[in-house]
Every structure is written in C-alpha cells, then in structure tokens.
C-alpha cells in the first residue's frame, strides 16, 4: 500500500514541537523550528537528547541523537535513536513529545553505557575472565537462589542433569516451591469457598431479580397512572381557573341579554301575550344580572390579587 502523504501544515509542524516542550522537561531551542534538545541524568550522568526536524516534518520522521553516544538496542553505531517503537511506528500523527518522553524514561530507567567506556577487549582477556568468574557466580547463584543445591555431592548433581525423575523429585523438595504449592493449595481452597458462597446466594439473587422485575413493573404502571391523572388535573385547572371562569360568565350573560332581546322581539312581533312576555323578560333579566354580578365581583377579586402580587 502506498502511504498517504498529508499536505505540510506550519500549524501541524507547531503543534507537534508544543507538544515536544509540554511532555518534556528543559527544552531548549537550538534553531528555530529545526532544532531542539533536551538534557537528563542517567545513573549520575547527563545525556542530551538532540532533536532534528526536516523540512517534510512531520510528514518525514524526526532524526534523534543522544550525546554523548550511548549502547543501546534503540542506537545504531553512531549514537542515532532509529529503533525507538515510537519511531518504527511513526505517523505524521504521532506526539513527537511522547516520542522523546518515551526515550527519556528508558534511559532514566535503564542507564546505557557510553561508547567511549566499553574499549574493546582482548579474546585472550575475555576468556581468562570467563574462567575466573564462572564458578564464583554459579556458587553465589547456588547459595543466594537455590541454597539446596549446595548440598548436593558432584554425583548428585549430574544425575540431577541426566536424570528428569530426580530432578522432578529434586524441584518438589525445594522449600520455594513448597512455598508456592502451598500458597496456591490455600488460593484454591478460598477460590472454592468463594464460588460456594455465591452459590448459595443465587436463589436469593434470583429472588432479588424476581422482585426487582415486579417493582418496575409496579412503578411503570403508577407512572402511567400518574401520567393521565396528571393530564386530568391540568384539564380540570384550565376549567376552573378564575380567568376562565369569567370568561364563561361574560359569555352566559352576553347569551342572557340575546334572549331578553328575543323575548322584546317576539312580544312586538305578537307571537306572544303581555302576560307571557312579562313573565319570560323578568325571568331572563334576572338571570343575566345574577351573572353579570358574579362576573363583576370575581373581576374585583381577580384585580385585587394582581395588586396584591405587584
């Protein structure tokens, strides 16, 4: 696959030496957009991370140097970082800070020797030294790690090489091992008691689940009940609201004063006697001033309480 190229951004480019100041410690500007370092101590001495950004940057990887030149599976011979897993992953996207950070800590953590302290050797050197150091270190091993092996005679020891049924039975005496058979004979017993507790507390789960399952349903249903009694309620508040209520009575003594009127109409008309007529005007006339009255004082009262909330 061919990469992707990203079209170079100055803005890109600043954001990525940003993050190169904000992950990492005394940044110092050698040149300008091109060239930066940064200074550590490892193991009691100092190195400088020097950081070289091409013109392609950060389309192209940056180019790192420690120095003075270090030993490291990160370093080629010339003390150039080229194997860092921040380099051999890099993509115009990643931090260059968190980069350098990265190499900081390994060499914080694990102080590499400088080329110029590890002269190269003689064979003849090496060798003498081999055989002068071997046996000290496999006793110190011996005594430090597996003290039982320092009671084995010579015989024992090679038939502990050539024999795999006394070095099996050789491994199971050893008292680290017995240590660990043990530890794990008790993370056994408590992974048992463990399970058998949550088994015993699974009805009780299930019931738990059971009763969980009722009162959601219960709450889904007083939910829905309180849903439409609310609905009710706001229905029932619009009735009767004081505003509403005289805007009903305006209307019913608006409807009063028509049939007054229609009374008037069919008395002069003659479809009516004197009597009759009488009789339905004074009926309607007071109906409509028994409304207009209600509707009049709750306007005062109604006006009263505006005052009284101003």
Not at 14 to 19: E, F
Request: with cysteine; hydrophobic share 30%; proline share 6%.
């Amino acid at each position: 696959m061919i990469p992707r190229q990203f079209n170079y951004d100055p803005d890109f480019r600043k954001r990525q030496i940003d993050t190169l100041k904000i992950f990492n410690d005394n940044v110092q500007v050698i040149k300008e957009n091109e060239e930066y370092s940064t200074t550590f101590t490892s193991g009691g001495r100092q190195i400088s991370i020097t950081v070289l950004l091409g013109p392609n940057f950060p389309n192209e990887r940056p180019r790192i140097v420690a120095t003075p030149p270090v030993q490291h599976h990160w370093c080629n011979a010339n003390g150039e970082i080229d194997k860092a897993p921040g380099l051999l992953n890099y993509t115009p996207h990643s931090d260059l800070g968190r980069i350098v950070q990265a190499i900081t800590r390994e060499f914080e953590k694990f102080p590499p020797p400088f080329i110029s302290e590890n002269p190269q050797s003689s064979p003849e050197r090496d060798s003498s030294n081999v055989e002068n150091t071997k046996s000290p270190t496999i006793s110190s091993a011996s005594e430090c790690n597996i003290p039982e092996l320092s009671k084995l005679s010579l015989d024992e020891l090679k038939k502990l090489d050539s024999d795999p049924e006394f070095f099996d039975d050789f491994i199971e005496e050893l008292s680290v091992v017995q240590t660990l058979n043990n530890e794990l004979d008790t993370m056994i017993s408590e992974v048992e008691r463990i399970s058998k507790e949550n088994e015993s507390k699974e009805c009780h789960l299930s019931d738990m689940k059971t009763k969980l399952k009722n009162d959601f349903h219960t709450l889904k249903s007083l939910g829905e009940k309180y849903e439409k009694l609310n609905s009710q309620y706001m229905k029932k508040s619009q009735e009767f609201a004081p505003q509403h209520i005289r805007e009903l009575l305006q209307i019913a003594v608006s409807n009063s004063d028509s049939d007054c009127e229609k009374h008037v109409e069919s008395f002069l008309s003659g479809k009516i006697d004197v009597q009759t007529f009488l009789n339905q005007y004074t009926e309607s006339k007071k109906i409509s001033a028994m409304r207009k009255a209600k509707e009049e004082r709750l306007a005062h009262q109604l006006n009263a309480l505006e005052r009284a909330a101003l």
